[in-house]
Structure formats: C-alpha cells, structure tokens
C-alpha cells in the first residue's frame, strides 16, 4: 500500500485531498502557508491535521527504510523465506520489524549459543521432530555426552538442547507478534517499592503497590511510576495472563503433542516465555507506554503553551514593568507602545528599607512623565507586596488618568533577563531591569515577548523533565511556529525571535529582514521584502501573507490576503465598480458580494470566503480582548486562606489531573478534575485554559505541605 492511500485510510481522509498534501509538504511549503492558502489542494484539511500527516508520512517512511534494510540483509544471509518476506512487507510495526533482525545478529555466548558449539543442535531437531510416545528420550541425550564440552550427563544434554530451542522460540517473530499483543491488550503495569524503601516516606508511596492496565493507565502515572523506577525507588513489573503466553507457544512450536518429548519441550516453552520472551516484550512495552505518555505530556503542555501565546495582548500602550524585591529594591523599566524600552528607575518600598514615601514620589514622577497606561507587576517573591504598595500609591491618581495594576508570571521573564538575546539586546542592564523590561512587554504582547525564550522554560506541563527533551522541544516549536502564524507579524516592528518562526523564514532570513529595516527604514510595501538577502521567490510566496505592514498605503498590505490575490481583489473591486480602498472601506459594497459567484478556476471557494472577511477586518488579531485579574485584598499568603472563601484567580497551568490556579498567595491552588464541573469531565483542557480568569472556591489549607485545593463548584 503506497503511503498516500495508507495516510488517507487512517486518517479517514481523501486519497487524493492526501497525495497533494504530501504533495505540497515534498515541494518545502510550510505547513502554515498550506493549511492558509492552499486549502482548494487539501480539501480544507486543519493545520493540526496536516502536521499529523507529516509525522505519520516521516514514521512510515522510516519503517520503509529500515523494512527495505532488513529484506536485503536477511536475503543476502539467505534467512529470507517466502513466508518471512510476506510478513516482513505486511507489517506497519516498528517492534515486529524489528523482530525480523534478531536472526541477523546472534546472540554471543549465549545458553544456546554454547549448546550449539557442544553440538547439541541435533538433539534438539530430534526432540521436536519426535512423533513418538513411546520413545526413550534419556537414552537419546545419553549419545550426546561430551565431558570434554562441560556435557556430562544426559540429564545435562537435554537442558542444553532446551536452551537452544528456548533461544529459537523466544526470537520467533511470530511468537514476539503473538505474545507483544497479549501484553499489550491484557497486560497490568505492578509496581512496588524496591525492599530499601518499603515502609519508608517518599513522594512515591502511592505506587508502593499500585496496579493499573496498560490500556487505562493515563500519561502522568505512567511518567510518575518510570520516573520512581529510575530514581531507584519503584521496581516496574508488566503483570500478563501465562496461561494464554505459554499455551502460544506450546500450539506453535510442540508439534507433535503426544510425543515422548512433549512434557519437556513445554518446560522449554515456559523457559523461553520467562527467561527470554517476556523480559525481552516488557522493555519494548515499556518503551511503548513510555512513547504514549510523552506523546499525551508533550499534547497537553502544547496546549498550556498555545493558551500562554495566544493570551489576550494589551496592545500599543506605555506599560510600566516593575521586578519586586526587598533588600535590592524595586526595578521600574518604563517601555513605550512600540516595546522600546526608554528607562528605569529603583524604589525601596520593601524592607529592609521601607521608604514608601520616596518610593510612591518616584513611581507616579515615572506614570504621569510617560503616560502610562498599564502597570505590570512580577508575581515573585516580594511579589504580593509590591502589588499592594503599586495599587495605593496608583490610588493618588485621578480615576481617568489611573493605570490598572497587573500581575505578571514570572519565569518566562526571569528566563529572558538570562539569555544571550537579552544580553545582546541591553549588554549594559543588570537582570533585574531587563526582567522589568520583559515583563512590561509580556503584558503587551505574550506572544511577541515569549518567542525570544526556549517555550520548554515557560514552564507549563506535567513531568517535563521525564520526557525526551529534543522531541519536547520539536513539538513545542510546532506550537510556536503555529502561534506566530495564526496572528501573523509586524514586518517593521516584530523581532527576530519572531520573525524567525513565520512560514518561510528561519533565523538567517529573520535577521537579513532585521538588518535591512535597520539600514533602509521601515517597509512600504510587501514587494519590498524581495529586496532583503536571502527571500527568493519561493521564500516570498511562503512568508508574505503573514507578514503585515500596518501602515502601507495598499490596505491588502496589512491584511493576510496573500500577494498571489491581489489581481484577484482588484478584479472583484472592478466587478463592484470601485478601487481596492473602497472594497475595504465601505461594508455596504461587500455585502453586495457573493461568494460563490467570485470562485474562478484559479481561486476556489475557501479562498474567497477568507479573501471577503479579511477585506471586513482586514489584518485581525485572532486573540482575546485584554482583561485583568484582581487577587484579594485579604488573602496574601496561604495563612490568609480558609475554607470556603471565594477568590478571583489566573489558571497558571493545566494537566490531565486538573488545572493549578494563581491566587496571588505565592503558591498556587489545584483545581482537581472532580471539582471542575458536576458532571463527567474527561479532559480539563476542555474546561479552563492557561491565562483564563476563574473564580475558584477554597475546599481545604495545607499549610505544612503548601497544597491548597480549589473548586469550581458552588460559586455565588
């Protein structure tokens, strides 16, 4: 089956709407440019889609190579029966493909490899070609004594010939076949504490002896219990049905079951089924399990990322950053609309210091001198009381001329005041002004301020640190370059952090675009980029629209109507018997447009449909409007907290269990799945995402172990 008719069946998809996509993701088109402006080749496909068409695509062309490997190699060793070849061509199995490749590298100085040199391999085909029941099967072994080989008794004889068909039958790819898929529907995953940790503490008790099926159990016990086994605290079994295992390998390989020999090739069986088979299956079960959780962790970090990236921008205004502290002072960074930073000043609020009054002067000189519209408080230590002192000192101000006061996250931008780019950007700021400075800027574009940081430190997830980092990383990349094409950038203002994640572009082309805005001015127009090194036709039609131009005389300019269509809008301007500006301008005209009369065999209709709404709003932000979280004024620390208050609060984290809420008390509270909803809930991704504003209900206080539970439920 050719991979286009085998994505299609799996996907349920159109083998044609498939082959052209595979098609367009061969030629080096970006999977953003496809999912916009290809959509009349995929049939409409979903960007989400299309990427897991291209991780399929790579994965069954990997298996092609190394299934096209193993067929040549086991040819040229003549190993490659017809029956083998059909097996080997008809599985989609990466662990049964592989199953094919134990005949190419015997194993050395093994049990049966030892047998073999003993010369006990005649025996062994005896023993199973036995028809037989009456047969001497002792007196047989008894010709194969050899002091000389360690074989001094026919007893010993036949233990070695079993050992050579336990080896044989435990590497049978159809007995792995058999016995992996038992494992796989029936197995249990039994772990217990390793005999150092029985009866002792650890953040591992609950799975001191804790049983769970393969097939229910969910990614994060599954990370948890790998995770404690690594540690050296948990001992990992994979519990299975032996009855069904062996009595697989009785009816395969025991052939003649009323033989004399029959009684002892079933202990060979169960030999081969516990020495060889089932560790050998477990490992790569194990494997499996571990490749599903990662896959269901990197998912639900992507979404907590998505959800940061996608958070509601508060826009072009002067923003006010201030990084709390105490002995150090307050740094304020004041940067302007456009995300240029213009200063800072240090305030000592705090203790040990205290000097509220010299504090409060400096802060509003640097609010009414700058206009500033938002203030964006860190939510670390020093955090809550900085916020306080923000919001009395705001409080002096006249009501229509007051910043709102907000709290920021901080690690991203603790991340940020770290890194090279910040280093390059103000080699002569300290951290704490550049982590002023970051969190200015995130509150007035998450996304264009998260860009700059590995999205792995952001720090949302569950069990990051138990996963494959540069898979991790691969997936969460995806979301970013997702992110940044989905509200598409300012050619003129956007960084090269940015920029480097638009379709087309990497971080070459980003910095040519960076460096020709620099020594040429701003962009007029799209067609201008063709000017910039390295942004060749190809890079062009796969970058341009979602690149946008706020200013540019050409309104097609600013909108994510692609270049490719601009004659095309010109042409349903003419129809309408106006210019271009008047077809973005007056909403009476377009109305008098109907889609399907425009679609030409050159633009279908998906393209006209998108065509006619970004000529309503041309360029739109698909994010939130900006709101702000208000944390109580009572509640600043967890000793604050008692059951059954109710408190406004940021979901700073969601994962399969629940969602963590900030409550502004320096620890977040857990939101239990079971407290999200009274009915059934399966996924909290469904329920809240990260940034969203939730009112949450107090259910219990744990101050000893800092756990706070929340709920949902019962809200007045």
């Known amino acids: 089956m050719k991979i286009a008719e085998r994505l299609a069946a799996e996907f349920k998809i159109g083998t044609a709407a498939v082959a052209r996509t595979l098609a367009l993701l061969d030629a080096g088109a970006a999977i953003p440019f496809i999912a916009r402006y290809r959509k009349e080749q995929t049939g409409g496909l979903a960007e989400h889609r299309i990427r897991e068409i291209a991780r399929r695509r790579d994965g069954l062309r990997t298996l092609e190579e190394r299934r096209t490997a193993l067929t040549a190699a086991l040819r040229e060793k003549g190993l490659l029966s017809p029956e083998r070849e059909t097996a080997l061509q008809e599985t989609t199995d990466a662990a049964e493909l592989e199953d094919f490749a134990l005949s190419l590298t015997p194993r050395e100085n093994s049990r049966a490899a030892r047998g073999r040199d003993a ?217 302007a609309p456009t995300g240029k930073f213009i200063e800072y000043r240090t305030i000592y609020p705090n203790a040990p210091k205290n000097d509220a009054d010299g504090a409060k002067r400096a802060l509003l000189e640097a609010v009414c001198e700058h206009k500033i519209a938002l203030v964006a408080v860190g939510g670390g230590q020093a955090g809550r009381e900085t916020e306080t002192f923000v919001r009395a000192a705001l409080e002096e101000l006249p009501e229509r001329s007051r910043p709102a006061c907000v709290v920021v996250g901080e690690t991203a931008a603790g991340v940020y005041a770290v890194s090279d780019a910040a280093a390059a950007e103000f080699p002569r700021l300290d951290v704490a002004v550049r982590r002023a400075i970051s969190l200015a800027r995130r509150l007035q574009d998450p996304l264009a301020e998260l860009v700059k940081i590995d999205p792995r430190s952001i720090g949302v997830g569950q069990y990051q640190n138990d996963v494959d980092q540069a898979a991790l990383k691969r997936s969460l990349e995806e979301v970013v370059e997702s992110c940044v094409n989905a509200v598409g950038a300012d050619v003129n203002l956007a960084s090269e952090d940015q920029l480097k994640y638009i379709s087309g572009l990497n971080r070459a082309t980003a910095a040519a675009v960076a460096a020709h805005r620099r020594e040429r001015g701003p962009f007029r127009t799209r067609e201008a980029l063709k000017e910039v090194k390295g942004i060749g036709e190809k890079t062009f ?7 946008r131009i706020p200013g540019a005389a050409d309104p097609r300019d600013r909108s994510a109507i692609h270049p490719e269509r601009y004659a095309f809008v010109e042409e349903l301007a003419a129809k309408a018997g106006a210019t271009v500006a008047g077809l973005f301008e007056d909403e009476a005209l377009r109305k008098t447009i109907e889609s399907r009369s425009c679609v030409t065999p050159d633009v279908g209709l998906p393209t006209v449909r998108d065509i006619l709404k970004e000529l309503e709003t041309p360029g739109r932000d698909p994010r939130p409007a900006f709101r702000t979280v208000v944390f109580s004024e009572t509640a600043k620390t967890v000793d604050d907290l008692a059951p059954e208050q109710i408190l406004e609060g940021v979901v700073s984290n969601v994962v399969d269990f629940g969602a963590f809420v900030d409550i502004g008390v320096r620890q977040d509270g857990l939101v239990h799945i079971s407290e999200m909803g009274d009915k059934f809930i399966s996924d909290p991704h469904k329920i809240l995402k990260v940034g969203q504003l939730v009112k949450v209900r107090v259910l219990s206080v744990d101050r000893e172990r800092k756990r706070i539970a929340l709920s949902l439920k019962k809200i007045p």
């Open 541 to 547: 039609e796969q970058a341009a629209g979602f690149l």
């Open 119 to 335: 010369g006990l391999e005649p025996l062994a085909r005896w023993l199973v070609d036995l028809e037989d029941a009456a047969a001497d099967v002792s007196a047989e072994a008894a010709k194969f004594i050899n002091a000389g080989k360690g074989i001094e008794t026919a007893e010993a004889a036949l233990r070695v010939a079993g050992d050579i068909l336990a080896e044989e039958w435990a590497d049978d790819p159809e007995a792995r076949k058999s016995h992996r898929a038992l494992v796989r529907a029936e197995g249990v995953v039994v772990t217990s504490a390793r005999e150092e940790y029985a009866g002792r503490k650890s953040k591992y008790e609950i799975y001191y002896l804790f049983r769970e099926s393969i097939q229910a159990i969910p990614s994060h016990r599954a990370l948890a219990v790998i995770r404690g086994e690594r540690e050296k605290v948990l001992k990992i079994e994979l519990a299975f049905p032996k009855k069904p295992a062996l009595r697989n390998l009785v009816v395969r390989f025991i052939r003649h079951p009323k033989s004399a020999a029959a009684p002892f090739l079933t202990d060979v069986a169960l030999d081969a089924l516990d020495r060889i088979l089932a560790p050998a299956v477990k490992a790569g079960v194990l494997r499996e399990i571990r490749e599903k959780a990662e896959g269901e962790a990197f998912k639900v970090f992507g979404e907590n990322l998505r959800d940061l990236l996608m958070a509601a921008p508060a826009g072009r205004q002067a923003v006010l950053g201030v990084d709390p502290g105490f002995r150090a002072g307050c740094k304020l960074a004041v940067v």
